[in-house]
């Protein structure tokens, strides 16, 4: 089955009991037994939920993996990975992570001793001086947020592979019409479904795709003991968004090289980050391994100050002020003084975040009332 296919009839069937088309919202938490131990496979909701399952499976496939877990949000799905660790192991991560993920990771697991290093990995040779005997996973997030950079994804699984290593890939940004890495040779996928898969600003849900039945077990394990479950009415509203994932990237991507043509032509903007310019460093990675070059777009201004953003922030109609991304709708936001606030301003520069940076999550509206709102704004400045 080719991918459209899939975001609407992998793992759904019509409901058994009455034909209904549309997965139900098993909206129970526990099932009624015939004897002790004589069920219909489902006893308590934590563990098992058919509305769950017919997600999971769904997921499964879209990611070309055998198994789905699904999680309460995005950072509970890196929590289950996170606790697949044992004190003393180590993971070596690229050095541009969502915030969230860095925060789990250094705060939340450094204080149970599981020791994370962070690295550069535009030359995924930069890893193998970070190997060592307690090493246990590579995690990687690409394209990353908000700067776009691109990492080699098949180069840096074959690293790992040499050294008998996990690679884990946040796959949030690109969502898995746009990129399968694990047919690029990565182990786990994780994502924000938050973001693309749901796609409609309306959820808060993660989920971990892999192929191993080990490691499938190990998560299905710590979803239940650990009990970060999404309940079955999100459930529903996942299947329901991602039945039009392929539609929405589809428009969302068009309308997103659009408008990195208007930025490029506008004198005010000075620097476009976006995966898909021939002249963005990774262009040729991006275009390897993606089939398409995402909804997100990074620009900064000429006149490169916070109060110039600002007056473009406070001007937009369309483009709501908002964090999160991958909704139908689009948004404008201030990485240096709203996602990454807490990272030091030499750092931030270092990597081009400068203090003008805009970063836009490009929805599915008409593109000519996009580029009429972004040109208004900026001419504001
Ligand atoms: C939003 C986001 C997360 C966190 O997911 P939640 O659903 O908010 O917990 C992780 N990674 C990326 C790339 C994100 O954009």
């Not at 700067?147 to 840096?156: E, F, G, H, N, T």
């Not at 620009?299 to 002020?321: C, G, H």
């Not at 509206?365 to 001419?379: F, H, V």
Request: hydrophobic share 40%.
């Amino acid at each position: 089955m080719k991918f459209g296919t899939k975001a609407i009839h992998a793992g759904v069937e019509p409901d058994p009991s009455t034909g209904a088309i549309m997965t139900p919202i098993f909206q129970t938490s526990t099932y009624v037994q015939a004897a002790p131990g004589d069920n219909q496979g489902y006893e308590y909701a934590r563990t098992k939920n058919p509305t769950r399952d017919a997600l999971q499976n769904n997921l499964a496939a879209l990611e070309n993996g055998k198994y789905g877990i699904c999680y309460s949000s995005g950072l509970a799905a890196l929590d289950a990975i996170m606790k697949t660790l044992s004190t003393g192991e180590e993971i070596i991560s690229s050095n541009d992570l969502y915030g969230g993920s860095y925060r789990l990771i250094t705060r939340v697991y450094g204080q149970f001793g599981i020791k994370a290093h962070f690295i550069d990995m535009s030359d995924p040779k930069n890893i193998v001086q970070h190997i060592n005997k307690n090493t246990k996973y590579i995690c990687i997030e690409t394209p990353t947020n908000p700067m776009l950079s691109v990492l080699d994804i098949k180069a840096i699984c074959d690293i790992a592979k040499m050294h008998k290593l996990k690679v884990v890939v946040d796959n949030t940004f690109a969502s898995p019409y746009l990129q399968t890495p694990l047919d690029l040779g990565a182990d786990i996928i994780w994502h924000s479904c938050t973001k693309y898969l749901g796609g409609h600003s309306d959820v808060v849900m993660g989920a971990v795709i892999t192929k191993s039945k080990v490691l499938a077990d190990k998560f299905a394990f710590i979803q239940n003991a650990s009990g970060a479950v999404p309940g079955p009415q999100d459930c529903f509203l996942m299947l329901r968004g991602i039945k039009t994932l392929h539609v929405r990237m589809d428009r969302a991507c068009a309308n997103a090289k659009k408008i990195t043509d208007f930025l490029l032509k506008n004198d005010k903007v000075a620097n476009v980050y976006y995966p898909g310019l021939k002249t963005h460093p990774n262009h040729k990675i991006a275009k390897k391994q993606m089939s398409n070059f995402g909804a997100m777009i990074s620009f900064d201004l000429k006149k490169n100050t916070f109060s110039t953003a600002k007056k473009i922030l406070k001007s937009t109609k369309l483009f709501a002020l908002a964090e999160s991304l991958g909704g139908v709708e689009s948004l404008i936001g201030h990485p240096a003084s709203m996602t990454h606030g807490s990272i030091p301003k030499e750092d931030r520069l270092k990597v081009g975040l400068t203090d003008s940076l805009i970063r836009l999550s490009i929805g599915i509206e008409n593109i000519d009332d996009l580029i009429a709102d972004l040109s208004k704004a900026i001419g504001k400045v």
